[in-house]
């Protein structure tokens, strides 16, 4: 049962991130491959402010996704001059710059040893330190993140950024400055990224660079793309899969590292599969 | 004494095996018209089957597994174009379904080969002891003299071959129009397979002298691709003098960069580059 509570959390966090990357690869046809460098700014400024300032969990999550927004700002400003595969490459290109900061900025992020001891959130007392207490946290948020990109998709903003991903020209031709809808929809998935990144550090307690890879947006863009790309609920789908699918390499009785191995060879495996044969996933309704 | 000899040299040694990445990148890039991300991991396999040559057959011909091991990389890429590329041009799929499927062929090939020769850093070494050359005061091994003279033998011949055999030019009708050479009378699926395979030795080339100058890692081949994109796309893209190009201010900017900071910036200040030029000069130096 612990194992199940354990995968659900993972599972909410996941579901974050996807429909947070949807946001912007699914609904605005921009192909970013920076969705790590978010999640690890909100794990980063979460971890820094609970252990080196004693600040309360939540307050440090809303810091962080604010912090995460306006450095998206920052780099959506450079982004919006690409599109296609050109805005893919230079998304990776900062995802690769802020994990070399993780890595490297040793003074503040401790390096590659990562930050230790990080306390559970705390809510007017009452500590979330049992993971079932932590479980049900995370599916509020979920559910809080699920409304904010319903309402966003649903809205006439919404319908402006599948406008500009199925031909930005035309809708500049209509009017619209399309530059604010991609830079204001990338904050928004930036932020949800940071706020999942915050439950992460949270949860686990302890963060090092590592999890905030290029590979690590490869599995993020995995999950949208099996679940299906431009469908809140195939984000949801694509990260109880893909959460869920390794496990079971687990019980085959690999050893640890080969099992790790393994999970990333599955998710490339799928990346390939699904190119291939379903580029809009299992429900989704738009395809690259 | 003087550091500016051995920053030079280093900076040379640098180009140098960015090239070898680039050269083929950019012969792919101007057939394919599409980022191949699984490019890089090109020079872990070269490397890593010399290694393994060499660590199973004790006493293999330092020469012959060097060959082999640009074989195996070549007909890998080769492998990769007939299994996954070929049938997604056909569907006439986009830049960003090859992209993924390519994202997805390099994180499987990582992990595979994470799984047989763990994650562990590995060295190559041929002769007992390398010679040492020493040039106006600055250091250089034998293996880095081959790493440049590699480099610019891969060039020349490269050229060469492109512009007076027959089969050069069938390669730049399909890099100037795949349907009009199809048209034409000209196999073109054949002449991007091949393209393939000597665009993958060429990198293989790279990872096997890279092998034996720093040693071998699984990751290897994201960072070695994200290098030579940025040489690519910094030189001209799709351009092979380009690639040399851009691999020459690549390797000079990373080494000049680091002469008063810390080394582990080199990746930030390698993306710092590419961002510049994707803003002021994005089709690069060399305009195709």
């Given amino acids: ?288 | 004494m003087s550091v500016i000899p051995q920053l030079v040299v280093n900076s040379l040694i640098a180009a140098g095996t960015y090239a070898l990445i680039a050269i083929g990148f950019n012969l792919i890039y101007g057939a394919t018209k599409f980022f191949n991300m699984a490019h890089g991991v090109m020079a872990a396999i070269g490397g890593y089957t010399v290694f393994f040559l060499m660590t199973t057959y004790a006493g293999t011909n330092v020469i012959i597994a060097a060959i082999l091991g640009v074989l195996v990389a070549g007909a890998i890429g080769w492998g990769l174009d007939r299994i996954i590329y070929r049938p997604l041009r056909k569907r006439r799929a986009s830049n960003m379904v090859l992209l993924v499927a390519s994202l997805g062929a390099f994180t499987i090939i990582q992990a595979v080969i994470a799984m047989i020769f763990t994650s562990q850093f590995q060295t190559l070494s041929g002769a007992a002891s390398e010679k040492v050359y020493a040039i106006f005061g600055a250091s250089i091994t034998e293996t880095q003299v081959i790493i440049l003279a590699s480099a610019v033998l891969v060039f020349v011949l490269l050229s060469l071959f492109l512009k007076v055999t027959m089969f050069g030019k069938q390669v730049r009708a399909v890099s100037d129009d795949e349907e009009v050479a199809w048209i034409a009378g000209i196999n073109t699926e054949k002449i991007i397979g091949w393209i393939f395979f000597i665009g993958s030795a060429i990198a293989g080339l790279g990872g096997v002298l890279i092998g034996f100058d720093t040693g071998l890692q699984p990751t290897m081949g994201l960072n070695l691709l994200l290098k030579g994109v940025i040489a690519a796309i910094v030189g001209g893209i799709g351009s092979i003098p380009g690639a040399i190009l851009g691999a020459l201010l690549l390797g000079f900017a990373e080494n000049f960069g680091i002469w008063k900071i810390s080394g582990e910036w080199k990746d930030a200040i390698a993306f710092g580059l590419l961002i510049l030029f994707l803003i002021f000069r994005p089709k690069g130096i060399i305009k195709s």
Avoid: C
């Fill in chain 1, 1 to 288: 049962m612990a194992y199940l509570i354990h995968l659900a959390i993972l599972i909410s966090i996941y579901a974050i991130l996807g429909l947070s990357l949807n946001l912007v690869v699914g609904y605005t046809g921009l192909l970013s491959v920076a969705e790590a460098a978010f999640y690890g700014i909100g794990a980063y400024a979460t971890a820094l402010l609970l252990v080196g300032l004693g600040w309360n969990f939540f307050i440090a999550m809303i810091v962080g996704m604010v912090l995460a927004g306006v450095i998206a700002l920052l780099i959506g400003l450079v982004l919006s001059k690409f599109d296609g595969d050109y805005y893919a490459l230079a998304s990776l290109g900062f995802g690769v710059i802020v994990y070399s900061i993780f890595l490297n900025w040793q003074g503040l992020t401790n390096g590659p040893l990562g930050i230790p001891g990080i306390p559970r959130p705390n809510l007017f007392g009452f500590a979330f330190s049992d993971n079932f207490s932590f479980l049900l946290l995370s599916v509020v948020f979920v559910l809080l993140a699920y409304a904010v990109s319903q309402f966003v998709v649903n809205s006439s903003f919404g319908r402006v950024l599948k406008a500009i991903r199925e031909d930005e020209k035309a809708t500049q031709v209509f009017g619209y400055k399309t530059l604010n809808y991609k830079l204001t929809i990338f904050v928004i998935g930036a932020m949800l990224a940071a706020l999942a990144g915050s439950l992460y550090a949270g949860y686990i307690t302890y963060i090092d660079p590592s999890t905030f890879t290029v590979t690590g947006s490869i599995f993020i863009i995995a999950i949208i793309i099996l679940g299906g790309l431009a469908s809140l609920r195939g984000s949801l789908i694509g990260a109880v899969l893909l959460v869920l699918l390794p496990e079971f390499l687990r019980f085959v009785g690999f050893p640890d590292e080969i099992a790790a191995q393994m999970r990333q060879a599955v998710y490339g495996l799928l990346l390939i599969l699904l190119m291939l044969y379903r580029p809009q996933g299992l429900v989704g309704e738009y395809k690259l």
